[in-house]
């Protein structure tokens, strides 16, 4: 999920995450819809949006719509597709086999989460 050590797509392959496809422009989730799945981008770019601000721009290997499903609240943001989009649907029981398959996995989230956290601070 870094520059660094690229995800490789095959641990998901075999746990049978599905694929989606999204034209530019297409929605992916809305903000307060319920969270069953997080997303990693396999191709494309991913906007995540809130009160029209984009927060972020998710490039291949990227991952998004962690948060709601951690800890299964609604979504706190929006993601629509900046162009052509594929993604793997990670829902929660693939989420728990990736982890027990690769337990890097979970750190990968977490570096994750504490790098958007530390972003949001520094803009507080």
Do not use: C
């Not at 694929?19 to 297409?26: D, I, L």
């Not at 819809?33 to 191709?43: K, L």
């Not at 990227?62 to 594929?86: C, N, Q, V």
């Amino acid at each position: 999920m870094t520059e660094e050590q690229p995800f490789d797509f095959t641990l998901l392959d075999r746990v049978g995450a599905p694929y989606r496809h999204f034209e530019a422009g297409e929605k992916i989730f809305l903000e307060e819809d319920a969270g069953n799945a997080m997303y990693m981008v396999r191709s494309g770019r991913v906007d995540v949006i809130t009160y029209g601000i984009v927060l972020e721009n998710v490039r291949a290997g990227g991952i998004f719509g962690e948060m709601a499903l951690i800890d299964d609240g609604p979504r706190s943001a929006a993601a629509m597709a900046a162009e052509p989009t594929e993604v793997v649907a990670i829902d929660k029981p693939t989420f728990l086999a990736v982890i027990r398959d690769d337990p890097q996995f979970a750190l990968k989230v977490m570096g994750l989460l504490a790098t958007r956290l530390r972003r949001t601070n520094k803009q507080i």
